[in-house]
Structures are given as structure tokens and as C-alpha cells.
């Protein structure tokens, strides 16, 4: 049976301003694990400074200096943190050791939330995304219609963290935390488990034009940052049995998980790992490295992953505003690990942008297109044309960018 150390994962929380909340992980290792755990502390919204990692490839030791906020629930972060590291069990020696029949968590029951409202006012939906967020529900597609008469029904198919949705008092407590949002607003709310349809083919059938596709995911990375401010080199000398990876690059937020994501999905072994900023917006990371217990040495799968790793870092995210017919369309696409996890807080971070420029989202879908060999998460929003004569797409879309990567 798996057992799971409490000390496994300790926070010691910030005690000044200014200072770093300090996380250690002390776990069994496997493929990945840092990927893992850098999503969690993504999803809690918060950024990574300095870490330090280290792995004899069964056990490992992780160190992450963290920004933390005053709304942080520290508790909740830890025990997200503890479900992801890996279970162990105890052998003759009483040495502890992983076991790989537990790396594979069952898929999470995906639920239907379905409501109405009696106004679309602007901000109602980031209003709703953030309740769902609060209560640890994960959305993973979305789809809102304004009727004319200015009612609004949302369809939101969520996974629970808790897993817990299935139970009438969970159930109660979505509603009254809705509820409590909208006021008399609500007209009606029903939860349901999601068909197996909804589970089993999450693929979006909707049609993406080929401008879209050849716009948003063409692998020119002269996109969001100019590619000659990243550094990335690969070092077969300092080692004799790793290879040493170095990169500069501008930060951003969920930066460190951009280069595990990556990493764990070519199935790169990190064994020891050092990362902080260096300047105002630079970020320096030292990974020594292997695969299948083996330098990195052919030059053209450094090339291949060299470019992978500069095109995750120069545009870990697209984004366009551009027209659907005589509407405008914001798109934002987030690349979707292999193992099936997308980027978190995306759609949370969207609308946030579109609400600080007061503009109403009119409808929304989220969907994922095999696009170029890959799997996308597709967000297409789309805005209420009225309220646009004062702002420019160009606007929209910078600020769209700016929340996704933390530039404020």
C-alpha cells in the first residue's frame, strides 16, 4: 500500500514584507515531478523566485522560494502539493521507495454546471470564474450565451479538486457561493455529471479557419518577445554522465513550469536543478539533465529541443484579436501537456483582462484542436461590439498578454 510522508511537502510562511515564503518537497522521485508541482504552484497564482532541486533518481529534494499574497491558502497548497508527489512503500530494509502502479492518478469525474441570469452586466463571468476558482473547480470548457432580452445562461463543465462534487452538501455549497454572487439575479442552477461524450472526446468540433491557425501557430518566434532575448545552451563537459542545459530568458509568470512542462513531455530526467532572477526581468536557469540514464549528445535532438524550449519561452501562449464576421474575436490558445493537462488559471487571467477594460464577453467557447501534431486548448471569446468604440484591438490584446504573463 502507498504510503505518503506528512513532512513530505513544509511551508514556512514569509515573515516580513518583502521576504519569499519558503516550500520544501522531500518525496520518492519520478519523470515530471517538478512539472507537477510547479502547476500546482501556478494554479495558486503564485511565482517562483529562486529554487533549487536535486535527485539521486529514486528519492528527491525540491526547494522553491515563492511570492506569496495575503489571500494565499497555504493549507490548501500544501495538501494539492502532497497529492501530486508520489506514494511509497516500505521494503524489508524499511528504506521507503516508490511504487509506479500509484504515478497514475484515475481522471477526475468532469460535471455540468448550468445556470441562468436575469442581466449580463459587465464582469459577471470573471465574477463567476473567480467563485469557481475559490471553490477549487477547475474549468474546462465553457460555453455562455447572451440571449436578446439580455439574459445570460452559462454552460460550465468543471472537475473538483476535492472530488467531491457528486455529494448534495458539496453541491449546496457551489450553489450558495453562486447564489451569494448574484443575488436574485439567478434564475435557476443545476449541477450534472457530464455525458461520457463530454469526457471520453473533449475535442473541439468547431472549425478554425486556416488564417487563424497559420497566424497563431506558425513557429516563427519572433511573437512576443524578440527571440534574441533567450539564451539557451547545452554543456557536455562540465558533467561526465549529464548534460548541463543554461538559459537566459525574460521572466514570466509560470515560466518554470513552461521549461518542466517541456522537459517532462521529451521524457528529460532533471537530477539537479538551480533557477532564480537575476535582474529585473531576466531569469537563469541551470538544469543538469539526462535521458535514459544518458547524456544528451546528439545534436539534432538538442536542436529539436532547443527549439522547443525557445518557441515555449518566447510564446508559451497565443493570442489574436481579429474579426468573425463583423464581430470581434479574442482567441487564446494553451499548449496542453501530454499527459492532458492544460495551462492553469488561463480563462481566469482572460477574463480579468477583459473586465479591467470594461468590455462585456458576449459568448465563449473552450475546446482542444490537434493543431500541427499538437494538442491546443482554444478559448474563443466573443466581445460585445458595443462596448469597443474606445478601445482598440491592439489594447485588448496587449492586456490580454500582459495578465497571462504576469508583466503588470
Given amino acids: 500500500m502507498g504510503i505518503l510522508n506528512d513532512d513530505a511537502v513544509l511551508i514556512k510562511e514569509a515573515q516580513k514584507e518583502g521576504e519569499n515564503t519558503l516550500i520544501t518537497v522531500n518525496c520518492p522521485d519520478k519523470t515530471g515531478l517538478g512539472c507537477d508541482l510547479c502547476r500546482i504552484i501556478l494554479l495558486f497564482g503564485l511565482s517562483i523566485a529562486k529554487g533549487d532541486v536535486s535527485t539521486d533518481g529514486t528519492w528527491c529534494y525540491l526547494v522553491f522560494w515563492v511570492v506569496?499574497?495575503?489571500?494565499?491558502?497555504?493549507?490548501?497548497?500544501?495538501?494539492?502539493?502532497?497529492?501530486?508527489?508520489?506514494?511509497?512503500?516500505p521494503a524489508m530494509s524499511e528504506i521507503f521507495y516508490f511504487r509506479p502502479e500509484f504515478q497514475q492518478p484515475k481522471p477526475p469525474k468532469v460535471f455540468l454546471l448550468k445556470f441562468w441570469c436575469t442581466f449580463d452586466r459587465k464582469g459577471l463571468l470573471h465574477d463567476v470564474t473567480k467563485v469557481l476558482y475559490e471553490l477549487e473547480l477547475t474549468v474546462k470548457r465553457v460555453k455562455v450565451f447572451t440571449a436578446p432580452d439580455g439574459t445570460v445562461m452559462d454552460l460550465m463543465f468543471v472537475t473538483d479538486t476535492r472530488e467531491l462534487l457528486h455529494t448534495k452538501k458539496r453541491q449546496e455549497e457551489t450553489k450558495s457561493q453562486l447564489n451569494a454572487m448574484l443575488g436574485d439575479n439567478m434564475i435557476s442552477f443545476e449541477i450534472e455529471l457530464a455525458g461520457h461524450d463530454v469526457t471520453c472526446h473533449s475535442q473541439g468540433s468547431a472549425f478554425l479557419p486556416p488564417a487563424i491557425t497559420d497566424d497563431m501557430f506558425s513557429f516563427d518566434?519572433?511573437?512576443?518577445?524578440?527571440?534574441?532575448?533567450?539564451?539557451?545552451?547545452?554543456?557536455?563537459?562540465?558533467?561526465?554522465?549529464?548534460?548541463?542545459?543554461?538559459?537566459?530568458?525574460?521572466?514570466?509568470?509560470?515560466?518554470?513550469?513552461?521549461?518542466?512542462?517541456?522537459?517532462?513531455?521529451?521524457?528529460?530526467?532533471?537530477?539537479?536543478?538551480?533557477f532564480s532572477v537575476k535582474a529585473k526581468d531576466k531569469y537563469e536557469v541551470d538544469l543538469l539533465t539526462q535521458v535514459d540514464g544518458k547524456k544528451i549528445v546528439d545534436l539534432k535532438k538538442q536542436d529539436v529541443l532547443c527549439s522547443r524550449l525557445r518557441m515555449e519561452l518566447i510564446r508559451p501562449l497565443r493570442v489574436e484579436v481579429m474579426n468573425r464576421g463583423p464581430d470581434t474575436?479574442?482567441?487564446?490558445?494553451?499548449?496542453?501537456?501530454?499527459?492532458?493537462?492544460g495551462r492553469p488559471l488561463v480563462f481566469y487571467d482572460i477574463t480579468l483582462a477583459i473586465t479591467s477594460l470594461n468590455i462585456r464577453i458576449f459568448s465563449v467557447e473552450i475546446a482542444r484542436h490537434i493543431i500541427y501534431d499538437r494538442e491546443w486548448e482554444v478559448y474563443r471569446v466573443l466581445l460585445d461590439e458595443g462596448d469597443l468604440v474606445s478601445v482598440t484591438r491592439s489594447t485588448i490584446k496587449q492586456r490580454v498578454v500582459k495578465n497571462l504573463m504576469g508583466w503588470e
Fill in 68 to 89: 506569496g499574497k495575503p489571500t494565499t491558502r497555504w493549507y490548501l497548497l500544501r495538501d494539492r502539493l502532497l497529492e501530486v508527489c508520489p506514494p511509497c512503500t
Fill in 221 to 274: 518566434v519572433g511573437g512576443t518577445l524578440a527571440s534574441d532575448r533567450v539564451s539557451i545552451k547545452f554543456d557536455n563537459h562540465l558533467s561526465p554522465s549529464h548534460t548541463l542545459i543554461h538559459i537566459i530568458c525574460q521572466d514570466h509568470k509560470g515560466l518554470i513550469y513552461d521549461i518542466m512542462r517541456t522537459l517532462k513531455d521529451y521524457n528529460i530526467q532533471v537530477s539537479y536543478g538551480r
Fill in 329 to 341: 474575436e479574442l482567441l487564446v490558445a494553451n499548449p496542453v501537456e501530454l499527459a492532458g493537462k
